[in-house]
């Protein structure tokens, strides 16, 4: 499926969960976001960065960030 990235900055990383259902992206303007899979709409939006999110990785166990 497209997703509809809402920033107006570079995408500088994507990284799929273990299980892939979930997929973070992150980049220049210091916000990750959390997306289903399966929809075009973030789950999650983790504004608090203060610098460019330039490497996510999901934790091995589970779906921590």
Do not use: M
Request: proline share 2%; with cysteine; glycine share 8%.
């Amino acid at each position: 499926s497209r997703l509809a990235f809402s920033s107006f900055q570079e995408v500088c990383g994507l990284s799929w969960s273990v299980d892939s259902r979930r997929l973070a992206s992150g980049g220049n303007d210091n916000i990750v976001n959390i997306w289903d899979g399966r929809s075009t709409t973030p789950l999650h939006k983790l504004t608090q960065h203060q610098a460019a999110i330039k490497v996510k990785c999901y934790h091995v166990v589970g779906c921590s960030i």
